[in-house]
Each structure stands twice: as structure tokens, then as C-alpha cells.
């Protein structure tokens, strides 16, 4: 393409210029033509604005003019749109008969007048300048891809590429002939016998070649510019491939993206361990695993379908099949001990209902269904996944709960016992201690013949749900020499260590117990519901005279009987 910048007012003048001197066919229409587009902008033509002209002009050797045509006004498009002509609309020039014996002609473009308006200078393009034979439509296509205008083969395939063409009726007896081009179409040699519409060729040796079918009437088939020729099609002919390279982002910690890439060739086969196919150029593999190490291999195609080989050696660190395990099902409320491969260090999550988020084995007490995430990081640095999923067996958590009394006195006694457990609980087993059990949800009293020398009993229960939860319960009763209950006649709150506390004694198996004291005017000085709380002489730290002091004691016994009892202690000091 040729663009002016038109400054000058020198006018007409000669903006393209050729000679023709060929074996021109006498009596044949031929063409000559060019593209032209007007680039000014608009708004810089004020007030009104010109438009450039040509004069296209056939002359012989002598430069006597044998055809002209001149052009209208070429307008511009306005600014920003694509109004106005456009390159496929802006074709101009003329057709003319070529005179006999004239072998050489002179082509010219002529810029004409310009306007007197100095703000638009008429600049243009030109592009697209022919001369011709006119003719029928030509068009020629590969045999094995119609719609392609180019194919490629392998040298080392020694390939046969047939193509075939196709002439509009035009000539009274029409001919062909085959071109060829090793040299991008700069000049073109005819192909020796290829003179019918299919032509076809093996392709031993690398090149690039250009192929185009030239047509006329038989009469002037021997001489090029006297038919019309059809488009081009491109065989490329491909040598072993050269200048590749293949590379990939090794080494990469197990779980991350390993990429690939190939370079220099037009297609690619890759292969490799654990099963690894690809025919991109850039093949990733996501989420690698240690089992990806090892070498791929990189098949690099040509356009033509020559090959050559290349490998990439791949390191994957990291650890190898981390498991974190195993998944289970738990009773509600229950704990369990969670493990994973060997590493360095450990991360797990949730943090929720674990005994460490930064250990091998933490230990998982749930509060629902749960799924364990842990990394697991390596001495290198690179870290792996795996979870652990913890399901329950039951709904509502198993737990078993004894009520009963907390002593047992000498020389026997009876202890009756509840089931206070709680879940939906469906089988109970008791032991208690002294020979007997039950499978009863609320057993009998129990009889004990106390052995002095024992100091304490101990009763079980062991509950389960309908899914197989369990849980166990231990209820210890204290042996006691004496459960006779009986308050002091006298104390001496002297801090010796000895009768320093008024209190009921031996009231261990007494409950809904209160014991008041009063002192001889009647007044309350002493209150509790604790036999175990003890009054030791004073009033809000004030120690109390020396007298007689009145009590008052109410509990319910082991036989669940209500008992009242009243007396009086002297306090001494």
C-alpha cells in the first residue's frame, strides 16, 4: 500500500508509473485497476471540501496514449464511522483490447487538479495495482481440504497433495497449465505435463511451494499473459522439527498445579507416568500427587506431520498418600483418637471438639456429625490433605447417673438406689456390691451386713440405647461405725482441738435436715442445713457467754420417717 501525503499544488502529476514489456496477446481484454480510499479527514476541509481525482492511462513504447479514464471525486468517509468508500468499494480503473504487435505498454496514475481549498490536501492511499488479462472465474482447491488454502506435508512421508480446478465457460477451447512458485510468488515456472484441471505431486524434499492454475484458449496457452489465473494454494513441506523446547514447572509440592509447556512445533503428544495423555502445548496436571514424578515425554508435530521427540524429568515432593483416618461412628458424647500419616507438623480443622489442632492424635469429642480436615507438612516444606469423618450412632448422648446414699452404717443396713440416667435409655445392669444385681431400670433396696473392716462400697450401672451406646456409673458409700444421730450436752470452744463444735453427730444418712440453737432469751444464734456445718460458740465473731443454750433438730431418717428432736448443751470455756 502507498500512502501521500498530498502538500503540493504541482498538478496533474504521475503518483504511479510501470512498464509492461511481455508476450502480450493481441485482440484480448485486459484490465488495469488499483485501489484508492481518500484518508482526509473531513472537518479539517472547511469551508468546503475537494476530493482527489485520477487519470489511469495505457501508453506504448513511444508514449502515445492508446486508453485513459478518469475518475470521479473520491470522497472521504466523515470522521468515526465507516460511511463513505471502503477498500472493497473503491476500486478504479479501466479495461481496454490489447492492439496487435505491441509487446510493451507503460502504466500510469495521474493525480489531477485540486480545488483552491488549502485545509484539505487530498491525501490518499493506493493499494491492490492490477494489470490482467480479463476472463472467466478460475478457483482450484485441495482434493483432501476444499476449504483450505494451505496444507502441509512431511518430507519424510514422500506425500502425493492433489488439488483440481474449476474454469467458467468463457473460451471456445479451453487449455491449462500448472504453476509453481518456490519463492513466494515472485516468479512462477510451469509444471512440465501438468496441463489438464487436476494435478497432483510427492513432496520428497522440505520447501514451502505456491500452486496456481493458468487458463486461455489453447491457441495462447504457451504464453502467460495472455490467460487468466486462478488463486493460490500453499503446500508446506515440512523437515524434521528444529528450535523446540519443552520445560515444565518441577519441582512442585504434592497438591499444587504441575504446568507444561511446548514451543516450535504446530501440534504435540504428550505422555508420562500414572497414566498421563495430552496433545496440547500446555498440558497442566491439578492436584498433583507424588505418584506424577518421573519423566514425560513431548512428541512436537509440525504442520506437515514431521515429528521429533523430547522429555522433561519431573520431581514431586512432598508426602506420599497422606491418610488421615479412619472414618467411624461414635456415641454421642463419646471421644475418639484421630491419626494421620507421618509428618512434621500437623494442622487440623475444625478446631472445635479437638484436644489439639498441632498434633498427630489429637483426640475428637464432637458435638455433631464431623468432618476432620488435617495438612500434613514435610521436612521439605510441602504439605498434604486428607479428612476424617465422624459420625454418631445415636441422637442423644448415653449417660448414667446413680442417686443413693453416700454412707452405710455397721453392723447392717438397707441403701435403696435410683437410675437417674439420662438418653433413651433400653437395657440397665446393676451390681451392688454386696452379691446382688439387677437388670430392673429401678431396683429394691438393697441389704448390706457391713464389714467393719471394709471403708467403703461401691455400687455400679451400666446403661445402654437401642443402637449399642453405653455408659457406666460408680456410686461409693462410706462405711460408718455409728449413724446414731445424737447432739452433745456440752462443748467447750476453746480452740484445743477437742469438743470445740456443737453439732448433731453421725447424721450422715439424715436428709431435709435443720439444726437451730437459741440462746436462754430465746434468741437464735446458730442455723444450718448442713449437719457438717458446725457452731462454734460466737455471733457474727463474737464469742457467746457461758450457759445453757437450747437446740432444735428435724431430718428425715433412712427409713424415710420424719424425726423431731430438742434438748440443751451447756457451753463452757
Known amino acids: 500500500m502507498m500512502l501521500v501525503h498530498n502538500s503540493s499544488n504541482v498538478l496533474p502529476r504521475i503518483v504511479y508509473v510501470d512498464t509492461v514489456n511481455a508476450d502480450l496477446c493481441a485482440n484480448t481484454t485486459y484490465e488495469f485497476s488499483a485501489a484508492i480510499v481518500n484518508v482526509d479527514a473531513l472537518a479539517s476541509c472547511v469551508p468546503t471540501p475537494d476530493f482527489p481525482a485520477f487519470y489511469f492511462s495505457i501508453e506504448n513504447a513511444a508514449g502515445q496514449l492508446i486508453k485513459g479514464n478518469a475518475t470521479p471525486g473520491i470522497r472521504a468517509a466523515p470522521k468515526g464511522t465507516t460511511a463513505g468508500p471502503l477498500w472493497k468499494f473503491s476500486i478504479y480503473g479501466l479495461d481496454f483490447v490489447m492492439p496487435s504487435n505491441?509487446?510493451?505498454?507503460?502504466?500510469?496514475?495521474?493525480?489531477?487538479?485540486?480545488?483552491n481549498n488549502i485545509n484539505c490536501n487530498n491525501d490518499f492511499a493506493i493499494d491492490d495495482v492490477l494489470f490482467s488479462p480479463t476472463g472467466p472465474a478460475s478457483e482450484i482447491a485441495f482434493d483432501a481440504s476444499p476449504g483450505a488454502n494451505t496444507t502441509g506435508v512431511c518430507f519424510q512421508d514422500n506425500k502425493i497433495v492433489a488439488m483440481s480446478g474449476n474454469v467458467d465457460p468463457f473460451y471456445n477451447n479451453v487449455a491449462y497449465q500448472w504453476e509453481r512458485s518456490s519463492d513466494n510468488g515472485n516468479t512462477w515456472d510451469d509444471v512440465g505435463g501438468a496441463n489438464s484441471n487436476a494435478y497432483s505431486q510427492n513432496f520428497p524434499v522440505s520447501d514451502t511451494f505456491l500452486f496456481r492454475m493458468r487458463s486461455s484458449d489453447i491457441s495462447t496457452?504457451?504464453?502467460?499473459?495472455?490467460?487468466?489465473?486462478?488463486?493460490?494454494?500453499?503446500v508446506e513441506v515440512d523437515g524434521i522439527p528444529a528450535g523446540f523446547k519443552i520445560s515444565s514447572n518441577s519441582p512442585v509440592c504434592a497438591g499444587e498445579d504441575l504446568q507444561f509447556n511446548a514451543e516450535g512445533g504446530s501440534n504435540y503428544i504428550w505422555t508420562g507416568p500414572n497414566g498421563f495423555y495430552d496433545d496440547v502445548s500446555y498440558p497442566h496436571i491439578f492436584h498433583s500427587v507424588l505418584a506424577d514424578s518421573g519423566t514425560y515425554y513431548a512428541q512436537i508435530m509440525t504442520f506437515g506431520g514431521c515429528k521429533a521427540t523430547d522429555s522433561v524429568h519431573v520431581i514431586i515432593k512432598g508426602i506420599r498418600d497422606v491418610k488421615a483416618g479412619p472414618d467411624?461412628?461414635?456415641c454421642k458424647g463419646k471421644s475418639v483418637v484421630l491419626n494421620v500419616t507421618e509428618g512434621v507438623s500437623y494442622l487440623w480443622s475444625p478446631a472445635k471438639g479437638l484436644s489439639s489442632v498441632s498434633i498427630k492424635t489429637p483426640v475428637a469429642t464432637p458435638e455433631v456429625p464431623t468432618i476432620y480436615s488435617v495438612k500434613v507438612t514435610s521436612e521439605d516444606g510441602c504439605s498434604n490433605t486428607d479428612s476424617v469423618k465422624i459420625r454418631f450412632l445415636n441422637n442423644v448422648v448415653v449417660k448414667a447417673i446413680i442417686s443413693g446414699p453416700d454412707f452405710i452404717c455397721f453392723p447392717s443396713d438397707t441403701a435403696s438406689f435410683s437410675n437417674k440416667s439420662s438418653g433413651e435409655i433400653a437395657h440397665s445392669l446393676w451390681n451392688f456390691d454386696n452379691g446382688q444385681s439387677s437388670i430392673s431400670a429401678d431396683p429394691p433396696p438393697q441389704v448390706y451386713t457391713v464389714d467393719i473392716n471394709r471403708s467403703d462400697y461401691s455400687v455400679r450401672l451400666a446403661v445402654a440405647d437401642s443402637a449399642g451406646c453405653t455408659d457406666t456409673a460408680y456410686h461409693v458409700m462410706k462405711v460408718e461405725s455409728n449413724c446414731y444421730i445424737a447432739v452433745p450436752t456440752a462443748f467447750t470452744p476453746n480452740g484445743d482441738g477437742l469438743n470445740d463444735y456443737l453439732y448433731p453427730l453421725n447424721a450422715y444418712k439424715a436428709t431435709n435436715l435443720t439444726f437451730r440453737v437459741f440462746n436462754r432469751l430465746g434468741q437464735l444464734v446458730f442455723e444450718t442445713r448442713d449437719w457438717t456445718k458446725k457452731w462454734d460458740g460466737n455471733v457474727n465473731g463474737d464469742p457467746q457467754p457461758l450457759g445453757v443454750y437450747v437446740w432444735m433438730l428435724n431430718y428425715i431418717d433412712g427409713n424415710k420417717k420424719a424425726v423431731s428432736l430438742k434438748g440443751s448443751t451447756m457451753l463452757i470455756r
Open 102 to 115: 505491441m509487446n510493451k505498454i507503460v502504466l500510469k496514475i495521474t493525480l489531477l487538479g485540486l480545488g
Open 221 to 234: 496457452i504457451s504464453k502467460p499473459g495472455c490467460g487468466v489465473v486462478s488463486n493460490t494454494l500453499k
Open 328 to 330: 467411624t461412628s461414635i
